[in-house]
């Protein structure tokens, strides 16, 4: 049977947009239970207890996650000049993939949980997404070793190491060698679960975001990365630091002081990465601005460097003690989760998508106009969540310092937990918008000659 090139990118890309429909109506659920509790009548595959980890982990591994890895896969063998090592390799992790996810979901619906943040599903998930990582990684390595381009451009730097330190920390974060509880004991066991939990923004969807950014900046700029030695400082700058910084999670627990300093002094110290990756980023694409709006992958992907800045201005300072007395455990919070694992990581996982795509299939996107009518929605959507869940968050704050008891700061925020509810449709619809447009984009009719010309002027594969 004949392998199709860049297959498994495809299949990632379709199973990322599935799992966002998926993502988005868990989301919706759990936003309308905030909002009526009775709702549902306590039908035990609906309540919040079980939906609300399926929300995270789907959207986390399913939809971004999913993308991430499907672009991942494509710019590696693109960048090193190399067709991926094994297509076939390839859709074996896809499927252990998608079907680990599936297990871990389907576990949780059932009441079948591990409690801890992000890492809640049963042991066979994990063993699954272990080897699916594990796989990829060969895979991409072997990539790399049989490469026909010797300079390794930062992109791959970046997708190799994001690989192996997030097989490192989901197998130690899950604490893998212990099935039946997926966690170690008491306070270190705080500590452990918040190095996983930092980690998988971190050290996973970070580190693969950056990568498309700089494999799709130079592109649709039409111009080379400004500096490669600063790509490569942030690079081991972000290694360095972001590795175990994760306790500025539980500053207010009795861990010991040191990790504290450690956990603020390092979250301060984020500048460097953060920074670097950006100025090299505005660099390159200095006085091109125009050209980012006619690419509606260029596009997303500026939308998600701009939603970065604020996340990575917002993370610093959050991590302060004194700031976190009035942040920590309200909507805050959660207004900064979803700006940093949707509105960066999720909107460049799109951007790479979108780009990449027509370059797979050889076909433009079924409808350009559609990607530009999610990407409104979903720019909406995200300032609309980070406003009112932020503004919802600092009244939970303020009525805690003030001695407020909950049941009096309820009523306060129930118009914040509507808002965010109704925004939620806007999400619901981009993601079913998104589902439609790759469904067609990938099994419309081949394309003709002509229109195959067209596709390479339009994707700039001739000139
Ligand atoms: C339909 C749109 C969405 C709605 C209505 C929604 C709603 C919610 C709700 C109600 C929570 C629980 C908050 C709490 O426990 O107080 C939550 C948490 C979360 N959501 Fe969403 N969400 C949506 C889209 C997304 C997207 C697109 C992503 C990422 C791609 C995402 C990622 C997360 C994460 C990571 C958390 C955990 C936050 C934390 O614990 O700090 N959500 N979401
Ligand atoms: C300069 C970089 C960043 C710093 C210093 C930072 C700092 C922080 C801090 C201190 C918290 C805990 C707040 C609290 O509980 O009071 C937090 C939570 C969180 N951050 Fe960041 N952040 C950064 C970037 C990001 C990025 C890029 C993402 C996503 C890709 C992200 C995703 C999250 C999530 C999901 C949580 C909520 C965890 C939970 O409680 O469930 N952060 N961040």
Redesign the pocket.
Known sequence: MKVEENGTAKLFFLSSAFW?VL???E??A??T??VVPDLFGGISWLV?SRI?PM??TT??FG??GSALLGASIYIIAAVLRTPLWSERLGKVSLWIWNISIAVGLIALDLGYSQGR??AEWIWPADIGILLAFALIFYNCFQTAVKRNEKIMYVSSWYILAGLVFTWIIYFFGNAVWNPEKGAIYGLPDGILAWFYGHGI?GLFLTPLAVAVAYYIVPRVARSPLYSHKLSLVGFWSILIIYTHIGSHHILQTPIPTYLKVIAISGSIAMIIPVMTVLVNLWLTMRGRLGLFHQDIGGKFVMAGLVWYIITCIQGPIQALPVVQRMTHLN?W??A???L???GF??TIALGGLYYILPRITGRPLYSTRLADVQYWLLLL?MAG?FGVLTAGGLVQGNSWLNGETVYRTLPMIHVYFVL??S??????GA?FIGLYNIIRSIVGEPATESQEFETEQAIGLTQ
């Open positions: 966002f993502g988005t109506l989301g919706i759990d936003a239970d905030m919040f609300r929300h995270t959207m986390i939809f971004v943040e992000y923004v909507n919070v959660i900064h989760s979803h940093g694992v949707f990581s999720g959507g969540f965010r509810a925004i939620g449709v806007l999400f619901v993601a």
